[in-house]
């Protein structure tokens, strides 16, 4: 199943996504590896700052999703203000690969 983990960040923080970015993309990489990431990316603000982040997973369940979240180098050390969790669908455009 597909979940979207929507994530703002906290204001302010943009350092903490700095110093974490490697340790984030190391954890991403490796679920990405694994089969369960669908795709990625940062919010981006009006000034062109990155200020939240996207990240769609293709799991078994809620509870896999949340664990993805909640293990993010980003939530770990508390750039988040705000984590939402939730199922999705492909609309339009779905790709081929990675369904289950």
Request: charged share 20%.
């Amino acid at each position: 199943m597909l979940f979207a983990i929507i994530c703002t960040d906290k204001p302010n923080s943009l350092q903490i996504r700095l110093d974490k970015r490697q340790e984030h993309r190391a954890y991403l990489e490796a679920l990405n590896e694994a089969g369960s990431i669908a795709f990625s990316g940062p919010f981006i603000s009006v000034g062109g700052v990155a200020d939240g982040s996207l990240i769609v997973t293709d799991v078994e369940d809620l509870a896999a999703a949340k664990s993805v979240a909640e293990n993010d180098p980003y939530s770990k050390h508390g750039l988040f203000q705000d984590i939402q969790v939730r199922q999705w669908n492909w609309g339009m455009n779905a790709p081929t690969q990675n369904k289950r």
